[in-house]
């Protein structure tokens, strides 16, 4: 079923999923017009992600994704999200720096990465002395 996912793939079923908050079936134009790229390109890795049967895609009726495909997107999501935060709140990068750097690596890391770096933000954020000493050591040079 899902072999493997390259780091675009993951990225289309990201926004798919996130679109999909909004409204029932996602259109390829609003891809291609979030994403910045050739309607043409978003075809094309549309019909990768069906053959995957992450999504159904069906031309004029759009987009959904299967629950094979949700799963995998709320897992790309999950780790955007714990690195951005991880990102801004600890490391003290700007919410642009931190969402650019986030969509890098979210692609690359295992899950247990995952966990550890998330268990590390919560101790960070109940941990102000430990962050405020982090800091002054060592980002405030």
Known sequence: MNDYLSASLEDY???????LETCDAVKAVEIAKRLNISRASVSEALFK???KKLIIYEGHKGITITPEGLKL???VIKKHKTFTAFFEKTLGLDK????????????VISNKLLNRLSAFQKYCSKNNEFINEFKK???DK
């Open 49 to 51: 992600l069906a053959e």
């Open 13 to 19: 079923l990201e926004i798919i999923c996130n679109l």
């Open 73 to 75: 997107a709320k897992e």
């Open 96 to 107: 642009n720096e931190a969402e650019k750097n986030a969509c890098k690596i979210e692609h």
């Open 137 to 139: 050591e060592y980002m």
